[in-house]
C-alpha cells in the first residue's frame, strides 16, 4: 500500500516465501582449488575487475550460528577470469579444497554484498537466507532465524 510518497509492504514473510520459491541457481560450471590464503587471493579478484562474492551458503556464519564446512563456494562472473588470477592448485576432491568457485550469471549473487574490513565480499541475510530455505533440512532450520532477523528489519 501507499501513503504519500512512501511505500509499505503489507505482507513481508508472503514476499519473501515467493522469493524463495522461485529462485533457481544459475551454476554454469565449478573449479576448486587450493589456496593458501582465500582472503587475499580473493581481494585480488576485485583488482583486476572479475565480480565476485563468498555464497550465501558460505556467508551463513556471518547471520547465525552454523557449521559450515570446507570448502568456501565463492560465485564468479567469469571463471577462467577467476582461476588465471588466483593463486591455486586444482584440486579434485571437493573436501581438500578451500575454494569451490562457481560461475554463474545470476546478479542475486553480487546484490547488496557486504564488504568487510579484509575485502570479503559476503552475502546479503536476503541471498543467504534465499540459498538456504532452499537447502538440506539442516540449512532450513538455519534460514528460518535469518528470516526472522529479516522480518524484524523490515518491521523497522
Known sequence: STSGRSIHLRNPLRLLERLSLEWRSSIE???????INPRAELANLTCVGVPWAVTGKSSVTRYTAFGEGRPMRIAV?????AVEHLKGTPEAVPHFADIELIETTDAGFFFQNQCDSEGMRWSSPLQTWIELNNGEGRQQDAAREIRDNILREIKR
Not at 29 to 35: I, S
Not at 77 to 81: I, T
Open 29 to 35: 560450471q565449478k573449479v576448486y582449488l587450493r589456496v
Open 77 to 81: 562472473s567469469k571463471l577462467s577470469k
